[in-house]
């Protein structure tokens, strides 16, 4: 037994079974995201969602059995379609994070989207922008609540 540890990185017969097992597990997840994402850049490139695709596909099918084609009305070409969803930057520059802050806040205050308001740098927090009239509950000292309602100017 020690004459099969003697070569180092060469695993012995009782672990084979193991790495076998956990290659081919991570093969098979990394071939089934390879078609998903495949798949979902076809969807991409040609405009479509999921339930397009079959919809389109009745009609691509029935479309040849009658000699003619049929066309996604949606669809502006491969390359319009790309950057529609990105845009009409780099196409590297378009898969890494944005730098640039949203537009509105991730979680809707009072069941509404709140805009975020520019501020200088100096100021510190986010300052929203809400329709005069309603009324927002933040968590803070009452010394901040003061005025909202007038203003429509909220800092967080």
Request: proline share 6%.
């Amino acid at each position: 037994q020690t004459a099969q540890h003697m070569m180092r990185m060469v695993p012995i017969p009782e672990d084979r079974t193991a790495l076998t097992f956990a290659f081919m597990l991570c093969l098979s997840i990394g071939i089934a995201i390879l078609v998903l994402g495949g798949f979902h850049s076809y969807l991409m490139l040609t405009a479509q969602t999921t339930i397009e695709f079959h919809g389109n596909f009745a009609k691509r099918r029935g479309a040849a059995r009658r000699g003619s084609t049929w066309n996604n009305p949606y669809s502006v070409g491969w390359r319009n379609n790309f950057r529609l969803v990105y845009g009409s930057q780099h196409p590297l520059l378009a898969i890494l994070p944005s730098s640039r802050e949203p537009q509105f806040l991730p979680i809707p205050i009072n069941g509404k989207l709140v805009r975020r308001q520019k501020r200088s740098k100096k100021e510190e927090g986010i300052a929203l922008v809400v329709p005069k009239g309603d009324s927002v509950q933040l968590n803070g000292s009452s010394n901040e609540r003061l005025n909202q309602r007038r203003t429509g100017a909220y800092a967080v």
